[in-house]
């Protein structure tokens, strides 16, 4: 009877199988240390399990040094750590639009520092293979801006597999970004907190797997356990980087963003049985998340609404632009979410995640088909009302201000109406 939560990026389909081994006699068998005050970069057996773990499932070209990794409470952290290290106040980051949008907030409480978007579009150039495509040609262009607007720009953010769009980053685009920072002299920060949800045959390629980086001390790569271990409630994140300076500045700031002692201990069990996950967690969360991306897309389809194609994340970026034809504003698109709340179904619009676009929404497929059929339910119910009422008034838009079919502001312009939008 409540509101069906699509909106928020949890993985809720493995819950069973980390109940049963947390049940185990390791997980409770805690060493006094733990309950003491530690390392607050994390504890040292940790972080060995960490560099294990990401050396083995990132395909890493050489074995991480656990001296080069950092422990904290959320990626919002180190964020929020890297964005006043790395910058100052005023200063820009690279980012392609749409994206988290969660990450302004994050870089600008610390750093004072600004997003430079680089918008990607649905609509294919010649050159393009397809939607919302990134390219070398459109950071240049987004940094050319950036630079006549005055704005120093001292970093690119790549978030690999995408939030929203579900893509995954070839390995040679990924290695042209690589290339174009280095030219620039930007620090990259690249967001792998999807690494291991890819639920169908795409390669996706890790950073870290590049046996020879552009720019190996301005490459920084962050990683949690809240989507790939549908831990969003442990608050535990990993920032890799191999300069020295950095990361001594980032852990002058890592000690108001520790993690427990009792929790890294838990985490690694988890990390060190490789037979559970190799075997149990990861092949059954993939064919989960298949499962439930299938029915999802499916059912969307069934009432008319296409969806980009996706490989990695927990959710589908889905395409509403039909439903608000009559005039493919930004306003329009809150009024559909509005409308789409009143039936009690939260999904999260485009302009929440800075797209150029209205009439995108991002919808979570990770939880029980039970929901995501009832979601389809509830979408149908409101498509068919809109219908109905559109053959004889304007339910969603207003065609009389605004029939040029063209987006009336841009997604960096008044937010305040999704402000409390959360998007995770």
């Known amino acids: 009877q409540g509101i069906l939560n699509f909106g928020t990026s949890e993985n809720k389909l493995c819950f069973d199988l980390i109940e049963e081994r947390l049940t185990r006699p390791d997980m409770t068998y805690l060493e006094p240390d733990l309950f003491q005050y530690s390392d607050t970069r994390g504890t040292r057996s940790f972080r060995e399990e960490i560099a294990k773990f990401l050396t083995d499932y990132a395909r890493a070209a050489k074995a991480l040094n656990p001296e080069h990794i950092t422990v904290m409470n959320g990626c919002c952290s180190v964020f929020a750590t890297l964005s006043t290290v790395l910058c100052d106040p005023g200063d820009g980051y690279l980012i392609p639009a749409p994206y988290y949008g969660g990450i302004n907030s994050k870089t600008w409480l610390y750093g004072g520092i600004q997003p430079v978007h680089v918008p990607l579009f649905s ?21 050319q801006r950036a630079k006549k607007q005055g704005i120093r720009v001292r970093a690119l953010i790549l978030i690999n597999p995408h939030n929203p769009l579900g893509d995954i980053y070839p390995a040679q685009l990924l290695k042209e970004c690589l290339e174009f920072a280095h030219r620039y002299e930007l620090h990259v920060i690249m967001d792998e907190i999807y690494m291991l949800s890819v639920y169908d045959d795409t390669t ?51 000690v108001f963003h520790s993690c ?165």
């Open 123 to 143: 609509e294919m150039t010649d050159e393009e293979s397809h939607p919302f495509q990134l390219t070398v040609e459109k950071l240049e262009d987004a940094l």
């Open 204 to 254: 996706f390629t890790s950073v870290l797997s590049l046996d020879c980086l552009p720019d190996p001390e301005r490459t920084h790569f962050m990683w949690g356990f809240s989507k790939d271990f549908g831990m969003s409630g442990i608050r535990v994140a990993v920032l890799y980087t191999r300069n020295h300076e950095i990361q001594k500045a980032v852990n002058q700031l890592a």
């Open 260 to 424: 427990p002692g009792p929790v890294q201990h838990v985490l690694s069990q988890f990390l060190r049985d490789r037979d559970w996950l190799d075997n149990v967690f990861f092949p059954t969360n993939k064919k989960r998340l298949k499962e439930a991306q299938n029915i999802l897309v499916d059912g969307l389809a069934d009432v008319g609404i296409p969806v980009l194609k996706s490989s990695g994340g927990l959710y589908v970026w889905a395409d509403f632009r039909k439903v608000c034809k009559k005039s493919q504003t930004f306003e329009a698109e809150l009024e559909l979410w509005q409308k789409l709340l009143d039936k009690k179904l939260l999904i999260s619009p485009g302009k929440a995640f800075y797209c150029y676009e209205p009439g995108w929404f991002r919808l979570v497929f990770s939880d029980s088909v039970d929901k995501i059929h009832l979601c389809i339910q509830r979408l149908e119910q409101m498509l068919h009302i809109t219908n109905k009422a559109s053959s004889t008034a304007d339910a969603l838009c207003n065609p009389e201000k605004d029939s040029s079919s063209k987006p009336s502001n841009t997604p960096g312009e008044d937010v305040s109406q999704i402000e409390n939008i959360i998007v995770y």
